[in-house]
């Protein structure tokens, strides 16, 4: 979150950290795209770029974040990590690790709990992936995962300092797993031994249920791994996913109007539906396509 970012000097630093970040992946999305050129939504980029400054702002409007609560904590010794001592190494390998289960889990829960999903269905309602993908969150969804984020910090007793270097490369990580850009096959391989890559992630974004509720990771692939939530597709196969909800949804996902108001339409059975909990229809047809994307392929 962008509340996460230093101020002063190395706020700037940061500043311009993540513009050369931005340009340097969109640079390499011009030359090695994972995915050919399809043709464009009208408006989708302008309309994800649009939601993402309306989070940003809300975020860094809001009192809570990340860190904070961790200085609060810390000032008054509340929380697991400020009432052991442990050697600072561990406790800035704990902080990275902890911080980044509960970003997994809080990621789980938005596909499982069918409220949640109904704001974080408009970051997957994307029927292209690239750099613009990053962005494409709803505001409501900080209305579940700042809170989340805030008593997680301070119930461990998260370090301060450790946090708001995690959020600033978090958000490197954002654009570089949902950037158009294709690794060396041994490369990615190990890359994602520890790491996600957009390969990785973009599996995620895959319509078909069984792949979106899989690699929910955003920095390490460590959780999937252990949770039994890690899934890969060569590289053919993931070039002819389809990405989006795979139904009726998709005819506003490049309408910024539309998904900003998206988790007010339908009811809870809607939003199942929408979840894949019913509608085998929806599951034929989306297999339906990735065939006849295959045969095209081939």
């Known amino acids: 979150m962008l509340s996460g970012l230093p101020h002063g000097g190395a706020g700037w630093l940061a500043f311009a950290a993540f513009w050369s970040l931005l ?3 969109a640079a390499a999305e011009l030359s090695r795209p994972l995915h050919e050129a399809r043709e464009e939504p009208a408006a989708r980029i ?3 770029v649009a939601l993402g400054l309306i989070s940003a702002a809300l975020g860094v409007a809001l009192p809570l974040s990340t860190v904070l609560p961790a200085a609060w904590a810390a000032r008054h010794g509340v929380g697991l990590l400020n009432r052991v001592a442990l050697p600072t190494v561990a406790v800035i390998v ?4 902890l911080r980044n289960l509960a970003t997994w889990l809080v990621h789980r829960a938005s596909h499982a709990v069918p409220l949640f999903w109904r704001a974080h ?5 994307d029927m292209r992936l690239d750099l613009s993908t990053g962005f494409r969150n709803h505001p ?4 579940y995962v700042v809170p989340w984020l805030a008593a997680v910090t301070i119930a461990l007793g998260l370090d301060p300092a450790t946090l708001a270097a995690y959020e600033a490369v978090a958000i490197g990580f954002s654009l570089w797993t949902h950037a158009n850009l294709r690794l060396p096959a041994a490369l990615d391989a190990k890359l994602r031994l520890v790491l996600v890559t957009p390969a990785m992630h973009h599996v995620h974004h895959s319509s078909r249920r069984a792949e979106t509720d899989s690699n929910y990771g955003d920095v390490f692939s460590l959780w999937d791994r252990l949770f039994g939530t890690y899934r890969h597709l060569p590289e053919p196969e993931l070039k002819a996913t389809r990405f989006g909800l795979g139904d009726g949804y998709d005819a506003g996902a490049s309408s910024f109007l539309s998904q900003l108001a998206a988790p007010f339409h339908g009811g809870a059975s809607e939003a199942r539906q929408e979840r894949g909990e019913v509608g085998a229809e ?3 047809s989306i297999a339906a396509f990735h065939d006849n994307e ?3 392929s081939g």
Do not use: D, I, S, W
Request: without cysteine.
């Open 23 to 25: 340009f340097l992946l």
């Open 46 to 48: 302008p309309g994800n």
């Open 94 to 97: 704990a902080t990275v690790l």
């Open 121 to 125: 269905r408009v970051h997957h309602g």
């Open 140 to 143: 409501l969804e900080l209305a």
């Open 282 to 284: 929806r599951l034929e």
């Open 294 to 296: 295959g045969r095209q």
